[in-house]
């Protein structure tokens, strides 16, 4: 009984050992989640969040943050860009009371917006090629011990490098977009004229009608006047 006690004893000073060490539980993905008033999970952006549209930021609805988290980062990739993941929107160091985001939402100075893959420092939609199909985008904040100090021209890379141990949590929302139809180029004529149209028939009475070949030889009788005989 005694030894059960003991054994009992370790456990707890243990466990307690254990969440002194890691005081901060990583909260389920489906406790932490984000949405959006203007879209479902899965659903097609509309044309005012692409660049040929107004190029309108997402509003984002984010819940259940974590309670010892000290701020928030917002990653947007297109998963299917031409050359791997391409970012389209980067921001970190927004409070932890940051419940929501509305649209074409202009951040406080403490905010910093990093440089997305188009090379500017803000929001900036889908620009998709004609022809290149559907693209999956990927919405993703993150939920961080502390703010970060980097400076704007951080990119993705380098931003999600920064979390290091500082990240308690995450979650995610994907939309899509289609690329408009590819336009078909007209197709130039067969080099050998197949189907060229053909050359109108020039006749006599054209200008620039050759003399003909095939004209009959002239039938009138050889002149009758003798040459004179030479003199003796």
């Excluded at 940051?98 to 500017?120: M, S």
Aim: overall charge negative; proline content about 13%.
């Amino acid at each position: 009984m005694h030894a059960l006690l003991c054994l009992l004893g370790l456990l707890l000073s243990g466990s307690s050992l254990w969440a002194q060490a890691f005081p901060y539980e990583v909260p389920d993905s489906i406790v932490f989640s984000l949405t959006s008033p203007a879209f479902k999970n899965g659903d097609p952006l509309t044309k005012q969040y692409t660049k040929e549209g107004g190029n309108v930021s997402l509003p984002l609805k984010i819940d259940h943050i974590p309670d010892h988290a000290r701020s928030l980062a917002v990653v947007m990739v297109d998963l299917d860009g031409p050359d791997g993941p391409f970012t389209h929107w980067l921001v970190w160091n927004l409070p932890r009371q940051t419940w929501t985001i509305p649209e074409n939402i202009r951040f406080p100075v403490r905010v910093v917006v990093g440089q997305n893959d188009f090379g500017n420092n803000r929001y900036d939609g889908p620009d998709l090629k004609p022809g290149s199909g559907v693209h999956h985008y990927e919405i993703r904040v993150y939920a961080l011990h502390q703010m970060l100090d980097l400076p704007p021209e951080t990119k993705r890379e380098q931003l999600l490098n920064a979390f290091n141990n500082l990240l308690m949590a995450q979650t995610a929302l994907t939309v899509t977009c289609a690329a408009p139809d590819a336009v078909e180029a007209p197709q130039p004529p067969p080099a050998d004229g197949t189907n060229a149209p053909a050359a109108p028939e020039k006749t006599a009475s054209s200008p620039d009608a050759p003399a003909s070949t095939n004209a009959p030889e002239s039938n009138a009788a050889p002149s009758s006047k003798e040459e004179p005989p030479p003199a003796p």
